[in-house]
């Protein structure tokens, strides 16, 4: 089957005049719910349990009987990760059927509700927030990231995690092979414009549902960032941890996924400082006396 025909980049739309927010592109998840969940299920992908999962919990790093709020957590994965530690979880998704699947899977210390990511006014507050794989279904960034960033103590942290806005822009990436040269590289067609590309969830089938996967780059991402208050606190990229079967291609091939990574992770704070939840005050290792010094 041909591939889908590509988009034209647009040029970054002038600022909109304050009144009602325009209608959101149609980024719902619900109507593909039980296949994601057949490709997901209650731990995630291979990626997500090798790389996304440990590497974002590592960087987060939840505290004992902390709050943590879980943006656009579909059947809660990475929730579920975030209470293991500990932490009192609570994920939101706009997609009921999400919603549904979440709450069927064993999950202690966890809450799952029906919720716009930009709409948090009555929930919180939050030690902590994360929004694991989910930016690029997430139209309106800076005003789910203000929110976010509203319902967050002082000193709290939010976590983006997201496929790399460099090396993995649908329709506009892909891999290329240099015969000569004998090297894999990453082939790039579009950065700086801010694109919304539509995504057949199910490509060769005669009817397939549709969502909408928005691109931004570091420049954008970062503005919505900083104009909602918060502060950069860590930045990372993280590579495959795949490897390729013994072949005339396989070193090429292993080394072009050392050189591009596949996801980008953003730590943010709120500026302010933090209060531990008082039983991570509690086991927290005290800082010994200093011995007097001798006469």
Same mark, same amino acid.
């Not at 929930?123 to 800076?142: K, V, Y």
């Not at 941890?241 to 292993?254: L, T």
């Not at 086991?283 to 007097?292: E, G, I, R």
């Given at each position: 089957?041909?591939?889908?025909?590509?988009?034209?980049?647009?040029?970054?739309?002038?600022?909109?005049?304050? %009144?009602?927010?325009?209608?959101?592109?149609?980024?719902?998840?619900?109507?593909?719910?039980?296949?994601?969940?057949?490709?997901?299920?209650?731990?995630?992908?291979?990626?997500?349990?090798?790389?996304?999962?440990?590497?974002? &919990?590592? &960087?987060?790093?939840?505290?004992?009987?902390?709050?943590?709020?879980?943006? !656009?957590? !579909?059947?809660?994965?990475?929730?579920?990760?975030?209470?293991?530690? !500990?932490?009192?979880?609570?994920?939101?998704?706009?997609?009921?059927?999400?919603?549904?699947?979440?709450?069927?899977?064993?999950?202690?210390?966890?809450?799952?509700?029906?919720?716009?990511?930009?709409?948090?006014?009555?929930? !919180?507050?939050?030690?902590?927030?994360?929004?694991?794989?989910?930016?690029?279904?997430?139209?309106?960034?800076?005003?789910?990231?203000?929110?976010?960033?509203?319902?967050?103590?002082?000193? %709290?942290?939010?976590?983006?995690?997201?496929?790399?806005?460099?090396?993995?822009?649908?329709?506009?990436?892909?891999?290329?092979?240099?015969?000569?040269?004998?090297?894999?590289?990453?082939? &790039?067609?579009?950065?700086?414009?801010?694109?919304?590309?539509?995504?057949?969830?199910?490509?060769?089938?005669?009817?397939?549902?549709?969502?909408?996967?928005?691109?931004?780059?570091?420049?954008?991402?970062?503005?919505?960032?900083?104009?909602?208050? &918060?502060?950069?606190?860590?930045?990372?990229?993280?590579?495959?941890?795949?490897?390729?079967?013994?072949?005339?291609?396989?070193?090429?091939?292993?080394?072009?996924?050392?050189?591009?990574?596949?996801?980008?992770?953003?730590?943010?704070?709120?500026? %302010?400082?933090?209060?531990?939840?008082?039983?991570?005050?509690?086991?927290?290792?005290?800082?010994?006396?200093?011995?007097?010094?001798?006469?």
């Amino acid at each position: 089957m041909p591939p889908p025909r590509r988009q034209r980049p647009h040029s970054k739309a002038p600022a909109r005049p304050p %009144g009602p927010r325009r209608p959101a592109a149609d980024t719902s998840w619900d109507k593909s719910a039980a296949w994601y969940d057949r490709l997901i299920g209650e731990k995630g992908s291979d990626l997500y349990q090798q790389v996304v999962i440990p590497r974002s &919990l590592a &960087l987060l790093n939840p505290a004992k009987d902390e709050t943590h709020l879980d943006l !656009g957590c !579909g059947q809660g994965v990475f929730t579920r990760a975030v209470a293991a530690k !500990g932490a009192r979880a609570t994920g939101i998704d706009a997609a009921p059927t999400l919603i549904d699947k979440a709450r069927t899977y064993p999950g202690p210390r966890c809450r799952f509700l029906v919720r716009d990511a930009a709409a948090l006014h009555d929930l !919180g507050p939050f030690d902590s927030a994360s929004a694991i794989l989910c930016l690029q279904n997430i139209e309106h960034l800076p005003e789910t990231a203000a929110a976010t960033a509203a319902i967050l103590r002082p000193g %709290g942290r939010f976590l983006w995690t997201l496929n790399h806005p460099c090396f993995r822009i649908p329709r506009q990436t892909a891999w290329g092979f240099d015969e000569e040269r004998k090297i894999q590289y990453r082939r &790039l067609d579009a950065y700086t414009s801010p694109l919304s590309i539509p995504i057949i969830m199910h490509p060769g089938q005669k009817e397939s549902e549709n969502t909408v996967s928005f691109h931004r780059s570091l420049e954008e991402l970062m503005k919505a960032g900083f104009d909602a208050g &918060l502060r950069l606190r860590g930045f990372e990229e993280w590579h495959s941890h795949k490897q390729s079967q013994p072949g005339p291609r396989a070193r090429a091939e292993n080394r072009a996924r050392n050189e591009f990574p596949l996801f980008l992770a953003l730590l943010w704070e709120k500026p %302010g400082p933090f209060t531990p939840p008082a039983s991570a005050a509690s086991t927290a290792p005290q800082k010994a006396s200093p011995a007097p010094r001798p006469k």
